[in-house]
C-alpha cells in the first residue's frame, strides 16, 4: 500500500509540476494540486519578481530590527516611543502602499501616463498623498498618547509625542514617495506589475527608514521648546491637511482624502494598539532583545504578503476578472495560495537571518532552530488572517462602491501590525524562546 500510495504522489507531482512533499501535503489539505501547481506555474515570473522584492525587504527589516534591537536605552528613556512606532511605521506602509496600488491600477487601465504636471495621474495623486500624510503624522502621536493614557501606560507629554510622529514621519515619507514615483515609472517602462513588488518594497523601505527617522527625532526632545513648537504646528498642519484634501476641487484627489482619512484612522488606532501590546512586554523584550530583532521583518513581511494580496485581488475587481463574492471563488483561492507559498519561504528567512543578524550583533539570540521554528509558527497563523482580511477588504469595499486601492493596503497593514504581533507574541509563548 506505501508503495502505490508513493507512485501514485509521484504521478500527482509529475502532473502538478511540484514536489512530491508538497503535493502530499496539498492534498492532506483537500487541495487541487494539479490546479494550483498549473498556477504556480503560470505565475513563474510574479514569483521571482515577489521573491526578490521580499529578499530585500527582509535584508532592509533586518536592519530596522537590528536597529531596534539595540535602541533598548531610547526605548526606556522615551516612554510612549514604542506605542507609537507601529503606528508611524503603517502609516508609511498604509499610504505608500495605497499610493503604489492606486499607480498599479493606473497603469493596468492605461490612466497612468508619463506626465508628471500637477493635473496628470500621478500629479494628482502625489498631492491626495502629501495631505494624508500632513493629517496622518500628528494623528499617530496623538492616538498613541491618548491610548498610553487611558490604559496607564507611561507616556512623555502629548506635543512632544507628536513632534516625534511629526519630524519622523515627514522624514520617511519624503523618502518613501521618491522611492514609489521611481517604482510606478519603471514598472510602467519596463512591463513588470506594480502588485508584485510595490508592497514589498514599501514596506521594507517604510520600516527601514522610519525607524531610525523616529529615534533621530528624539534628539528633538532635548530641546523643549522645539519640540513643543513643533507639536503645535504639527497638529494645525494635520487639521488644515484635512479640511483641504476634503474640499479640493479636483474629484480624484477629494475621494482619495474621503476614502482614505476614516480607514487611515481606524489603521492608526490597530497600530497603536500593537504598539501597546508590545509595551505591555517592554521589560521581556528589553531583557532579551534578539526578539525585537525579530518584530520589524515579521510585521513587515506580514504587511507586504497582505498588501501584494490585496493589490492583485483589487486589480482583478477593476478589470472584472474576479467577482466580488462572499466566499472566495477558484481565482482568488489560487491568489491566496500564492501568498501561502511566499510566505513560507518569507517567513523561514526571518527567523534564520533574524538569528544570524542577532548573534553578528552581539544579541545571544535562542537557538536557530527555536527562532525559526518560532517565526514559520507565528507567520502560519498570521498568513491564514492576513488572507482573509485582504479579501474581506476588497470584496467589501468593491461592493460598496468605495476603490479597494484606497481602503484594502491600508486595513490590511494595519491589521497585520495587530495580528502579526500577536501572532508573533503567540508563537514565542508556545515555543517558550521568550
Not at 487541495?31 to 494550483?36: D, G, R, V
Not at 521580499?54 to 530596522?64: K, N
Not at 508592497?199 to 528624539?218: E, H, K, N, S
Not at 535562542?366 to 498570521?382: E, M
Request: glycine residues 14%; hydrophobic residues 55%.
Amino acid at each position: 500500500m506505501d508503495g502505490r500510495r508513493r507512485d501514485r504522489v509521484r504521478a500527482a507531482a509529475a502532473r502538478a509540476h511540484l514536489p512530491g512533499p508538497v503535493v502530499t501535503v496539498l492534498r492532506a489539505l483537500g487541495l487541487p494540486a494539479a490546479q494550483i501547481g498549473h498556477y504556480w506555474s503560470q505565475e513563474a515570473a510574479s514569483i521571482r519578481a515577489s521573491s526578490g522584492a521580499l529578499g530585500i525587504g527582509l535584508v532592509a527589516t533586518l536592519i530596522a530590527g537590528t536597529v531596534l534591537g539595540g535602541a533598548s536605552g531610547a526605548l526606556a528613556d522615551n516612554p510612549g516611543l514604542l506605542v507609537l512606532i507601529p503606528a508611524a511605521i503603517g502609516m508609511r506602509g498604509s499610504i505608500f502602499g495605497a499610493l503604489a496600488a492606486r499607480l498599479g491600477t493606473g497603469i493596468l487601465t492605461g490612466e497612468m501616463g508619463p506626465e508628471t504636471t500637477r493635473d496628470s495621474f500621478l500629479g494628482r495623486q502625489v498631492r491626495a498623498t502629501t495631505l494624508l500624510t500632513m493629517s496622518t503624522a500628528a494623528e499617530a502621536g496623538a492616538i498613541a498618547w491618548a491610548a498610553s493614557v487611558l490604559l496607564g501606560r507611561p507616556v512623555m507629554p502629548l506635543v512632544d509625542l507628536v513632534a516625534v510622529s511629526v519630524v519622523g514621519g515627514l522624514l520617511a515619507s519624503t523618502v518613501l514617495l521618491g522611492v514609489t514615483v521611481v517604482i510606478a515609472r519603471q514598472s510602467r517602462v519596463r512591463g513588470y506589475s506594480m502588485d508584485d513588488v510595490g508592497a514589498p518594497v514599501i514596506t521594507a523601505t517604510g520600516d527601514l527608514v522610519t525607524l531610525p527617522a523616529l529615534l533621530g527625532a528624539t534628539l528633538l526632545l532635548d530641546i523643549g521648546w522645539l519640540a513643543a513648537a513643533i507639536g503645535v504646528i504639527g497638529l494645525a498642519a494635520a487639521v488644515a491637511g484635512a479640511v483641504v484634501g476634503w474640499r479640493d476641487h479636483d474629484d480624484m484627489v477629494r475621494r482619495i482624502v474621503r476614502e482614505s482619512l476614516v480607514v487611515l484612522t481606524a489603521a492608526v488606532a490597530l497600530d497603536v494598539l500593537a504598539g501597546v501590546v508590545m509595551d505591555a512586554r517592554l521589560d521581556s523584550l528589553l531583557s532579551n532583545p534578539a526578539l525585537l530583532v525579530l518584530i520589524p521583518p515579521f510585521v513587515a513581511v506580514c504587511g507586504s504578503l497582505g498588501g501584494m494580496l490585496a493589490s492583485r485581488l483589487a486589480s482583478k475587481l477593476h478589470v472584472g476578472l474576479l467577482a466580488p463574492r462572499t466566499w472566495p471563488t477558484a481565482l482568488a483561492g489560487l491568489d491566496i495560495s500564492l501568498t501561502f507559498l511566499l510566505g513560507l519561504g518569507s517567513f523561514i528567512g526571518v527567523g534564520g537571518v533574524g538569528w544570524l543578524a542577532a548573534r553578528l550583533a552581539g544579541l545571544s539570540p535562542p537557538p536557530a532552530p527555536a527562532l525559526i521554528g518560532t517565526a514559520v509558527l507565528g507567520g502560519l497563523l498570521a498568513t491564514l488572517l492576513l488572507a482573509a482580511v485582504a479579501y474581506g477588504a476588497a470584496v467589501a469595499t468593491f461592493r460598496f462602491g468605495l476603490d479597494p486601492d484606497n481602503h484594502g493596503i491600508p486595513i490590511v497593514t494595519a491589521s497585520m501590525d495587530l495580528f502579526g504581533i500577536l501572532c508573533l507574541v503567540g508563537a514565542i509563548g508556545l515555543t517558550g524562546v521568550g
